[in-house]
């Protein structure tokens, strides 16, 4: 397979095949090939998005421990972070967000628990909808949510949500692949845009299981899509694994973002990497 064919395509605006793919993100994060790579997915972020960046800002309605057994999560039960539940009032989520608002964010993201009452996280979101300029947009991070439950955010003012089918879902969380998936076809039908990521990295995830995450969050045309590292909790079962460098993680994001369609503008990367 050769490299130069491969971006050759990219730059046709061709679909990269999964064994393409798998063999952009099998190279050494520190070779010439990756830097290639990194190089064109640039390119290519800075020509669908007119060369502008965007700026998200986020806040939670409550802190809690969660029974979803997401081992990567510190609000996962097991791990032990959290061990009471706290909540923010109707007052604190307003200033909030318009405080985000007055600092230049380009979009809101409101977060809960997936055990939060979703009544009480729509009660609070049409407050705070209401004290925002009609442009600001309102993104939701919640659990999983039925069809009536993805009309509801969409009545209460937001513009979209961020979801994601985590890596071996069902395996390091107890949450069904397909509850993860069901809940993104409600979001889309229900008029929203979809945010993702391939997400939370860690050194064992193979470059097939990442190949294949891409091709999913590619299959249903995301507002943004990006990949995010796994990053470590101490004194948790997961930490044991590990953590990928920033430059793995470049490396990641740099390959999902050639395996997006031109229609995704957005591509990020989080926690925090630089180069990234």
């Known amino acids: 397979m050769n490299i130069d064919y491969i971006l050759s395509k990219s730059r046709d605006q061709e679909v990269l095949s999964h064994k393409e793919l798998v063999y952009l993100l099998d190279l050494p994060p520190d070779s010439i090939e990756t830097y290639m790579v ?49 909540e923010i009032s109707v007052q604190e989520a307003v200033s909030y967000a318009r405080q985000f608002e007055i600092d230049g964010a380009n979009a809101i993201f409101i ?17 705070v909808k209401t004290n925002l300029k009609p442009e600001t947009t309102l993104i939701a991070n919640v659990g ?4 009536a439950g993805a009309l509801k955010l969409k009545d209460a003012g937001f513009t979209g949500v961020y979801h994601a089918l985590r890596l071996r879902e069902g395996i390091d969380t107890h949450l069904s692949v397909e509850s993860r998936k069901q809940s993104i076809l409600n979001f889309k039908e229900a008029g929203l845009e979809v945010g993702t990521c391939v997400e939370p990295v860690g050194p064992e995830h193979s470059s097939e299981e990442l190949a294949d995450m891409i091709e999913f969050t590619a299959s249903f045309n995301p507002a943004f899509s990006g990949a995010a590292r796994r990053i470590s909790i101490p004194n948790t079962v997961i930490a044991k ?3 990928i460098s920033e430059l793995r993680m470049a490396q990641i994001a740099a390959v999902t973002r050639l395996g997006m369609p031109r229609s995704v503008k957005g591509n990020c990367t989080h926690e925090p990497c630089t180069l990234g």
């Open 241 to 243: 694994r590990g953590m």
């Open 38 to 86: 990194m190089a064109e997915s640039n390119r290519v972020s800075k020509e669908v998005s007119n060369g502008k960046a965007e700026i998200h800002a986020q806040f939670a309605v409550n802190l809690s421990p969660c029974n979803c057994g997401c081992l990567f999560c510190s609000f996962a039960k097991v791990n032990g972070v959290f061990n009471e539940s706290t």
């Open 111 to 127: 977060m809960s628990t997936a055990n939060y009452s979703f009544e009480r996280f729509l009660e609070i979101s049409k407050e």
């Open 144 to 147: 999983d949510q039925s069809a």
